[in-house]
């Protein structure tokens, strides 16, 4: 497994990294198991054998898989692989409503984590909103000082979803240690985009990779004229081998995370950035993935990394369902596929038109999505 080094310190980090969000789940969960709908034996095998190839990087969050994540992630790392790995997961800054919640809140995930420390810390999913109604209002750098001094974490960093002109202020505002930012070829120039990529790497700042196949709408069900522009590429690869060659190309990524939910994911991904590096792109094969951003660009409606920070909605409306409905009836021209599927979630109570616009959704989305306006357009579109 190829390693880098972790920005302005002095040790190295595979660069694929094992995100612990969307672990593989069973549809009939033991209503007494402590990890939730999540298939227990094959995500710690699936960890495991990544660790034994090599990674040794392992991301989770408070919330993640409905806060049972840190929980498999801690059976996951028992019997020596704790060891052998950077154990990163984050602080849920939204729950955060005093300097002592920090404590508490780290306390409670070292247990479910069943750890003394953190490798890598992150207060999660910064913007505007939560960088000054939380993170400065409640004094969250003497938090994450003092943990570090108590040995509870290791290194300080951030995840992020906003501007680029908010993600500078951020990183020049306390000494980090690395921060995670959202980036694949779509967007290059959204959010932090590259450009805050290179700020903070020049800073010294590690920098980690999230959604690097956009939630996984860069290699399912792919249309036939970007399949055709991948087919024609001189080096034969599958859609996610040039999304992943594509974030390695440049030497400022440190860590890519991806979601892996199979033991198909797992080996493939390991076999593609082992051997991905930085610079080998010729200036052929990045045009042709700008070709293919091309076309995305112009079918994609919502732009959903189904991440799920919207719900549960009040209403029961199924926000991320009806997005990706709608997105893969225009993006393939499958309309009477997804008016059948839209159908269901009309019978079962979930459809657009229950929304009542409380704008709770809105306020939660990383992406800044117009969920609102968003949901009344799937509607007219999904239930003529």
């Given at each position: 497994?190829?390693?880098?080094?972790?920005?302005?310190?002095?040790f190295e980090v595979s660069l694929l990294g094992f995100g612990c969000m969307r672990l593989p789940t069973v549809s009939n969960p033991d209503p007494n198991s402590?990890?939730?709908?999540?298939?227990?034996?094959?995500?710690?095998?699936?960890?495991?054998?990544?660790?034994?190839?090599?990674?040794?990087?392992?991301?989770?969050?408070?919330?993640?898989?409905?806060?049972?994540?840190?929980?498999?992630?801690?059976?996951?790392?028992?019997?020596?692989?704790?060891?052998?790995?950077?154990?990163?997961?984050?602080?849920?800054?939204?729950?955060?409503?005093?300097?002592?919640?920090?404590?508490?809140?780290?306390?409670?995930?070292?247990?479910?984590?069943?750890?003394?420390?953190?490798?890598?810390?992150?207060?999660?999913?910064?913007?505007?909103?939560?960088?000054?109604?939380?993170?400065?209002?409640?004094?969250?750098?003497?938090?994450?000082?003092?943990?570090?001094?108590?040995?509870?974490?290791?290194?300080?960093?951030?995840?992020?979803?906003?501007?680029?002109?908010?993600?500078?202020?951020?990183?020049?505002?306390?000494?980090?240690?690395?921060?995670?930012?959202?980036?694949?070829?779509?967007?290059?120039?959204?959010?932090?985009?590259?450009?805050?990529?290179?700020?903070?790497?020049?800073?010294?700042?590690?920098?980690?990779?999230?959604?690097?196949?956009?939630g996984g709408r860069l290699v399912k069900n792919i249309p036939d004229d970007v399949q055709a522009i991948w087919d024609q590429a001189p080096v034969k690869r599958?859609?996610?081998?040039?999304?992943?060659?594509?974030?390695?190309?440049?030497?400022?990524?440190?860590?890519?995370?991806?979601?892996?939910?199979?033991?198909?994911?797992?080996?493939?991904?390991?076999?593609?950035?082992?051997?991905?590096?930085?610079?080998?792109?010729?200036?052929?094969?990045?045009?042709?993935?700008?070709?293919?951003?091309?076309?995305?660009?112009?079918?994609?409606?919502?732009?959903?990394?189904?991440?799920?920070?919207?719900?549960?909605?009040?209403?029961?409306?199924?926000?991320?369902?009806?997005?990706?409905?709608?997105?893969?009836?225009?993006?393939?021209?499958?309309?009477?596929?997804?008016?059948?599927?839209?159908?269901?979630?009309?019978?079962?109570?979930?459809?657009?038109?229950?929304?009542?616009?409380?704008?709770?959704?809105?306020?939660?989305?990383?992406?800044?999505?117009?969920?609102?306006?968003?949901?009344?357009?799937?509607?007219?579109?999904?239930?003529?």
């Amino acid at each position: 497994m190829q390693r880098r080094k972790f920005g302005k310190l002095d040790f190295e980090v595979s660069l694929l990294g094992f995100g612990c969000m969307r672990l593989p789940t069973v549809s009939n969960p033991d209503p007494n198991s402590d990890v939730g709908n999540i298939d227990e034996a094959k995500a710690v095998a699936m960890i495991r054998y990544a660790i034994d190839q090599g990674v040794n990087y392992v991301d989770t969050a408070y919330n993640y898989h409905d806060g049972k994540s840190e929980v498999l992630v801690g059976k996951a790392l028992k019997d020596g692989y704790r060891d052998k790995v950077n154990l990163a997961t984050k602080l849920p800054v939204w729950a955060v409503n005093s300097e002592e919640d920090c404590d508490r809140l780290l306390n409670e995930q070292l247990k479910k984590l069943q750890t003394d420390h953190v490798d890598m810390y992150l207060l999660h999913a910064l913007g505007r909103g939560s960088w000054n109604n939380k993170v400065l209002k409640y004094n969250m750098f003497k938090f994450l000082d003092k943990a570090k001094a108590d040995g509870r974490i290791k290194y300080a960093g951030f995840s992020f979803h906003d501007d680029l002109d908010v993600f500078k202020e951020i990183v020049d505002a306390y000494d980090w240690d690395f921060c995670q930012i959202q980036l694949n070829y779509m967007d290059d120039e959204y959010q932090a985009g590259v450009e805050g990529l290179r700020y903070a790497s020049d800073k010294g700042l590690a920098v980690v990779i999230m959604e690097p196949l956009r939630g996984g709408r860069l290699v399912k069900n792919i249309p036939d004229d970007v399949q055709a522009i991948w087919d024609q590429a001189p080096v034969k690869r599958t859609p996610a081998e040039w999304a992943f060659r594509w974030l390695a190309n440049y030497p400022e990524v440190t860590v890519i995370l991806s979601g892996m939910s199979t033991f198909d994911d797992v080996e493939a991904n390991i076999a593609t950035l082992s051997a991905a590096t930085p610079n080998s792109l010729s200036e052929e094969e990045l045009a042709i993935v700008r070709r293919v951003k091309d076309i995305y660009n112009q079918r994609i409606k919502v732009h959903c990394t189904d991440c799920r920070y919207c719900m549960p909605c009040p209403q029961g409306v199924a926000i991320p369902h009806i997005f990706s409905i709608y997105n893969h009836a225009n993006v393939y021209n499958l309309y009477g596929e997804g008016k059948q599927h839209y159908s269901h979630l009309i019978r079962d109570n979930k459809s657009a038109d229950l929304c009542v616009e409380c704008g709770n959704c809105e306020s939660k989305c990383p992406q800044n999505l117009s969920i609102i306006a968003y949901l009344k357009e799937a509607h007219a579109a999904l239930s003529e």
